[in-house]
């Protein structure tokens, strides 16, 4: 039985309502350099693989992990989150003018729209999750992931057996996302395979550690 451990980074400068900056490139808050070093604290002792996201704010969050367990991460090159905004259309913007053009953006609910040259559409987004996910039954055994909440929101949607192919999928899956418990370092666990299928467990326990240090910090 393979267990894979799904890590959302902690709060980034974004996710705090800063300025905005290229997708890859924001780092985390001071407050989410403190839930690293919380996760990190209580995760995984033996991981056999840790893989994380190509951005910045994911980095930092496995930074802590990676020096407690003595392992190196490896960059993969299907985890890094959905971006379907354009950074030099928001340039300057905080979260609270950001959110009515990401709200828009979902309401529209058009899975072929690239909104600038260099976005993703929301069809290219859920391939390259299905790519991913050919993968999820060769990985090892306690194998950690470190990601993005919206990607990982439709990696367990896709594992739930819904689709993501058009407007209505794309409608369902932003409400599922919306409502899925995933704070800045949240931990899932998947297990698996049986058959195809693989089963999802919170775990609550980190979570609440977590957010105690969010307390202190």
């Keep these: 039985m393979t267990r894979l451990y799904c890590v959302r980074h902690g709060q980034s400068t974004a996710n705090a309502g800063g300025v905005t900056m290229e997708h890859a490139a924001i780092p985390l808050s001071p407050l989410g350099v403190a839930q690293a070093q919380a996760l990190a604290a209580r995760h995984v002792a033996d991981p056999s693989r840790i893989l994380v996201s190509s951005y910045v704010r994911a980095l930092e969050t496995a930074a802590p992990f990676c020096a407690r367990v003595r392992r190196q991460a490896e960059v993969h090159p ?7 905004l354009d950074a030099d259309q928001l340039q300057g ?28 559409t929301f069809l290219e987004f859920s391939a390259r999750v299905d790519t991913f996910m050919v993968e999820l039954a060769q990985l090892p055994d306690r194998c950690v992931l470190f990601g993005h909440g919206i ?67």
């Excluded at 299907?78 to 379907?84: G, N, R």
């Excluded at 609270?96 to 600038?116: F, I, K, M, S």
């Excluded at 949240?186 to 299928?197: F, K, T």
Aim: with cysteine; net charge neutral.
């Design 78 to 84: 299907l985890l890094h989150e959905f971006s379907a």
């Design 93 to 120: 913007m905080l979260g609270v003018q950001r959110r009515p053009l990401v709200d828009a953006y979902w309401a529209a609910a058009d899975p072929h729209l690239r909104t600038v040259l260099n976005a993703e």
């Design 151 to 217: 990607w990982f929101g439709l990696l367990f949607w896709k594992l739930l057996g819904f689709t993501a192919n058009d407007s209505p999928a794309m409608r369902a899956f932003r409400r599922f996302q919306s409502g899925l418990p995933m704070p800045n370092c949240a931990v899932y666990e998947l297990e698996g395979p049986h058959g195809d299928r693989w089963t999802l467990r919170a775990d609550e326990a980190a979570m609440r550690a977590i957010a105690k240090a969010e307390v202190a910090a």
